[in-house]
């Protein structure tokens, strides 16, 4: 496998978390070009939030709902809702395991969401 293919192989990747209401959550991560979306849908300076948006765009199906990559704030924001405070929290710890970070809760989580996307661009 070449480099390249190895690189576009690790975005093809998936982890998936039960959240609290037993909810199948599963991530992928964002390439470079799908975070300087998000990134630009933002509107504040806070890191928090941002890499908070980044997890939200990273989840890729909730149960059996497909959940497409969002191409406006809009459909961003109808990802957060869907998936509420335990839902955003399964979907933290997939992804800190996705990245290879072992994760203790959503802080952890979006951290490690936070340190993927400073290292991924």
């Known amino acids: ?3 390249s293919e190895q690189i576009l192989e ?27 979306r ?11 939030v941002t890499t908070a948006l980044f997890v939200a765009a990273s989840v890729t199906r909730i149960d059996q709902l ?14 957060i809702r869907l998936l509420d405070d335990d839902g955003f929290k399964a979907a933290s710890e997939a992804l800190g395991k996705l990245i290879g970070v072992r994760n203790k809760g959503t802080e952890d989580g979006v951290a490690a969401a936070k340190n993927s996307v400073e290292t991924a661009g």
């Open 1 to 3: 496998m070449t480099p």
């Open 10 to 36: 690790k975005y093809k990747k998936t982890e998936t978390a039960v959240d609290a209401l037993g909810r199948e959550i599963i991530v992928r991560r964002l390439r470079s070009d799908e975070q300087t």
């Open 38 to 48: 998000i990134a630009e849908m933002t509107e504040s300076n806070k890191d928090s």
């Open 66 to 79: 497909i959940v497409p990559f969002p191409q406006t704030r809009g459909q961003l924001d109808a990802t």
